[in-house]
């Protein structure tokens, strides 16, 4: 079992950055690729970002690409997410998600889901 806490969410204006920090327990992060995905509120929950066990790999959702950089410190059991010139459509609540096998966007894949962290984003 993996439990994932994530933190970081607020309110932002337009063009601002925010870095999510997303902290695993009970089992060591490195045994699983990470991604991040978003709610907002009416919609599915999106894809954003996904990084491999060992870090040499991230894949990224089509409308956070050279926006967003997500990256990971296995020795602290962390995963971030760095979100520079934020736009209102960035609004929602943020996710982290570990699968053991091969992340993908495809969220049904993921075991283990934190609760989420809010972010808004004013114009």
């Known amino acids: 079992q993996v439990q994932l806490v994530e933190s970081g969410g607020g309110l932002v204006q337009a063009g601002g950055s925010l870095r999510l920090s997303c902290s695993a327990s009970?089992?060591?992060?490195?045994?699983?690729?990470m991604a991040w995905f978003r709610q907002a509120p009416g919609n599915e929950r999106d894809f954003v970002a996904v990084?491999?066990?060992?870090?040499?790999?991230?894949y990224y959702g089509d409308s956070v690409k050279g926006r967003f950089t997500i990256s990971r410190d296995n020795a602290k059991n962390t995963v971030y997410l760095r979100m520079n010139s934020l736009k209102p459509e960035d609004t929602a609540v943020y996710y982290c998600?570990?699968?053991?096998?091969?992340?993908?966007?495809?969220?049904?894949?993921?075991?283990?889901w934190g609760q989420g962290t809010q972010v808004t984003v004013s114009s």
């Open positions: 998600a570990a699968t053991a096998g091969i992340g993908t966007p495809n969220r049904a894949q993921y075991e283990y």
């Open positions: 009970g089992r060591t992060l490195s045994l699983y690729d």
């Open positions: 990084i491999r066990k060992s870090a040499d790999r991230t």
